[in-house]
């Protein structure tokens, strides 16, 4: 355990903890006393039938989900749906490496896998805010890896579905991708195999990381373009430093590692023995998958094929200079390209 | 000066060396009796204009430009060209930081531009090769950014060009992406500031950077289609130990640092004050710019701005699942498109 305030109310509030209880994982660990951060947004209505879940990505918990993705007038009005966003397992917010007490703490967090998160997100969800159905469940990247597990795990309790910048099985490529950015973090010297006194003995490695998603996380255009002069950097080493290397270096690098993990190996056909079309399936959600077209890791083609998987499907592709950090709505444009689709999926009954 | 047999003649071999005699740099050092490592094949003739010269890429040698890009039948046939290949300064069979004595080698290896590999190949051809004119320059990556620096530079001296998947100008993409390549070795403790004793000591490093080039190098699809699979690998990890960290493993950490700074600075506006189109403008090469299709950090529509600023030049886009590292002709049908190009090309007259 680990004194770490960046993940704070002051940083990422206001959110609600809740305990859920243990929670035994697929990998065979337990996360004893399993705390669950959340934002609620909006109110539950009479039929129970206005519930929307947002999940959270890799390095992101609920503000940004909120910032971004909620607000009066946009497809996630507060006046007119119940908007739960949950942090997931290890983003610092919710039960994480770093706010784990010992000796399952630190190093030695359980490994968790992105259906231990759907569970226990669906267990806050039923047994302590009441809510048995979805009229939506959405997030981005690793949010569209828990968007998918919920559909594919509990279709009758999703409604609709739109998994954005992200996959239903994880390729490849972005396992090695993700190993990468591990990699930047165990190679710090001052990472001691996970037992540091301080995030900030890693920063080497944290800033190692940042700049592997600056050269992954945008896309080529948007540096060919100087996108980043538009968000107040004045050079690119302005902007790797102060905007990449700021955003990374505060956070808890076993909390990452627990991430990235958990990230490489989402994957809903382990309900069916690997067969992924059997799994997609089964999906009973109106889903609407939503690649970025310049994402560098998650390419539209990926979402394509997955998409053509789902039964009650389409696919709708967002045109963003930003590639797989657009999801980050640097961009009026993409925030509205979003809400277009949203809108749309929110308006198709079910 | 470090011992490493990589750099030999039984890996790279046959080459012959040329003294070429002091060279001073752009940036002001001096490779004091610069040697540089050069094979030819085919002869010169009369009319000497059937001379091509051939350029390298970051961490190749005149060996693999040989053998995937020359041969009878091939476009580059010694039947009919005389085919001069040169490897880089850095590269580590030409002067390079771990096969310079002190006090200028290892780390203290002088900073080198491409410019300076040009003025230094303009040697070896004119002085000591007995060539005037080049019937066509034409080389991947590093080797376009040669080749571009050639058709500027030498615009009377180049009838044809042909970048294959490079640019004239480095992106600042391309160059956050190369420092993520060096911070790999440079974060290796064993580095030392440049002064291990053996390449064996940054091999923690090494392998870091393989997995960079395993990320960027191919393309999601060569992955997703497990194209590794016809190359004789059973498994992503087998593939990736065992291709990729085995290329990396043997070479100098510090002749890639040599060449990685050479390659972000890449950029033949340096003669023309920083305007770009001023300066393609000046090329006088029949040039076909060949991008690769996939290509993850050279991406055709940045090679076909460039095109668009030459003259009398072509965008010719060879399309293969390799992405950047098609350049290594693991497939027939990459060839087969490169043949047709620069046979087209030579076959252009001028």
Known sequence: MIVNDYYSEVNHGPYQLQDIGDLVLEEGGTI??????????GKLNEAKDNAILITTWYSGTSKIMADVYVGPGRALDPAKYHIVIVNQIGNGLSSSPHNTAGPGGMARFPKVRIGDDVQAQHRLLTEHLGIERLALVTGGSMGAQQTYEWAVRFPDMVQRAAPIAGTARNTDHDFLYAETLNEAIWSDPGWRGGWYRSGADVAAGLRRQARLWAV??????????????????????????????????????????????????????RHTGGDLAAALGRIKAKTFVMPIDEDMFFP???????????????????????????????EQAYKDQVDRHLAALLATPV
């Open 216 to 269: 992954m996380g945008w896309s080529t255009e948007f540096f060919k373009q100087e996108v980043w002069r538009g968000l107040g950097f004045s050079s690119l080493e302005d902007f790797t430093v102060n905007f990449m290397e700021g955003y990374f270096l505060p956070m808890d690098p076993n909390d990452l590692l627990c991430l990235a993990w958990k990230w490489q190996r989402g994957d809903v056909s």
């Open 300 to 330: 539209p083609r990926d979402c394509a094929a997955e998409q053509a998987l789902i039964p009650n499907s389409e696919l709708r592709v967002i045109n963003s200079l930003g590639g797989h950090l657009a999801l980050f709505g640097i």
């Open 32 to 41: 004893r006393a399993c705390q669950l951060a959340f934002a609620t947004y």
